[in-house]
Structure formats: C-alpha cells, structure tokens
C-alpha cells in the first residue's frame, strides 16, 4: 500500500481541496495510507477550528521524528539511525544560505515534518507549500540526496490514477 506524509498545510478542515478529498477518501477506502509527523499534530492543536482538525488528525497515524535538540517534541522522538539526513541537511535545502540554528518555529516544523518522513518508510511527502519544498530545484535536490519524493495533492491524484 502507498504510504503518503502530509504537511499541516493539507489539513482539509473545510473539504474544500478538491485533491485532498479524493486522497481522503482512497485513505478511508483502505486503498492508500495517509500519515503525519507528531509536528503535523503540535501545529494542529491551536487551529481556530480544533475539534474538526483535531478529528482529521485522529484519521491518520502518526509517525514519529528523530529527535534534534533545540527543535524535538520529547514522547514521539526517536535517535535518528545513521546514514539519514541531519537538520542541518534538510534545512540547507529548504532555506539555503540561513542558519538552522535560527530558523523561525513554522521553518524548524517543515524541516522536522521531512525528518520525520525520510526515517519513516513513507514513499511520498505531500504539501502545497511550493515556495519551501518544491521551487527552486528544492523538490530534485531532496529525491536526489535522500529519496524524498515531493509532490502537490493534485500531482499525487494523478500519479495515482496513472496506476503502476
């Protein structure tokens, strides 16, 4: 079964993301299998609509993170096994040319939310943050260094509809 990360921006509170709605539904159907890091759960908790958001969290399973000091949630982390991108790593790719160290708390969650898919045995991370993952040759430097493969809602419900 396909195993798909998805960012916090994914949180289809409303129903309104068209592709998001169909990888739900394939997600109730059993057909894929939509998960979250423990971050996608930190960021839902002060949504303006928490109970909707927290029942579509509850929807998925929750895979933990490697733990990083200065930026882990202790109770879901884990070490980091060896051979595995670093924060520094990720963060480079995300944001280059900025300190990791000082990044804001919404940069430090999206690197955390790829750690937390690259040591998970997820196959693709999903978000509509184009500006973070995907511009700039972000998306081709990711699979290439690490196999992280990024793509939107709507080019997963393609990929999916292509078959294998």
């Known amino acids: 079964m396909v195993k798909i990360t998805i960012d916090t921006s994914l949180i289809n509170?409303?129903?309104?993301?068209?592709?998001?709605?169909i990888l739900e539904k394939m997600h109730g159907q059993g057909k894929i299998e939509l998960v979250g890091a423990q971050?996608?759960?930190d960021e839902v908790r002060p949504h303006p609509k928490q109970p909707e958001a927290d029942h579509k969290v509850?929807?998925?399973?929750?895979i933990s993170e490697p733990v990083v000091l200065g930026h882990s949630c202790f109770g879901s982390a884990y070490l980091a096994?060896?051979?595995?991108p670093q924060f520094d790593?990720?963060?480079?790719?995300?944001?280059?040319?900025r300190d990791p160290r000082s990044l804001c708390s919404n940069k430090s969650n999206d690197v955390m939310h790829m750690l937390g898919h690259s040591y998970s045995d997820s196959d693709y991370f999903l978000t509509d943050d184009k500006k973070d993952f995907i511009a700039n040759g972000r998306r081709e430097l990711l699979r290439a260094r690490y196999g992280i493969v990024v793509m939107t809602p709507d080019e997963m419900v393609e990929h999916l509809n292509k078959g294998p």
């Open 13 to 21: 509170v409303r129903g309104r993301h068209g592709a998001m709605n």
């Open 81 to 84: 096994k060896d051979g595995g």
């Open 89 to 97: 790593d990720i963060a480079s790719i995300l944001f280059p040319g």
């Open 39 to 41: 971050r996608l759960v």
């Open 58 to 62: 509850s929807t998925i399973r929750n």
